[in-house]
């Protein structure tokens, strides 16, 4: 089971950081300028937004401030959330079928 999580939040961290770009973009902000805003290092914005860093709430609380978007993040977060389980029960269907 702990190997199943390590996926799941694996995932996530690149669904979050696909959105974190997405959105930055949508504003037509540069990766620089939004890490300025945000006061994070550059390098650690951009690995988070390709999912080779790990984004804490403490970022996610700036980012939502900064966009002053709370709805929007928890959207995503129940979004992400319903695609997932959705995917595993497709799985489950796809094993069960398979036996």
């Keep these: 089971m702990e190997s199943f999580e390590v996926v799941v939040m694996s995932e996530f961290r690149d669904y979050l950081g ?3 770009r997405l959105y930055r973009e949508s504003k037509g902000l ?5 890490a300025d805003y945000l006061d994070v ?3 650690s914005l951009s690995k988070m937004e390709s999912g080779d ?3 804490d ?3 996610l609380v700036k980012l939502a401030d ?3 978007e709370y709805q929007l993040l928890q959207c995503l977060v129940v979004h992400w959330t319903k695609r997932k389980r959705m ?3 497709e799985r489950i269907n ?5 036996h």
Excluded at 30 to 34: G, I, K, N, W
Excluded at 94 to 98: A, G, K
């Design 18 to 20: 696909s959105f974190i």
């Design 30 to 34: 540069t990766l620089r300028e939004l």
């Design 41 to 43: 290092p550059f390098t």
């Design 53 to 55: 860093q790990r984004i």
């Design 57 to 59: 709430s403490e970022f």
């Design 66 to 68: 900064f966009f002053l």
């Design 87 to 89: 995917r595993i029960k």
């Design 94 to 98: 796809l094993e069960s079928e398979r």
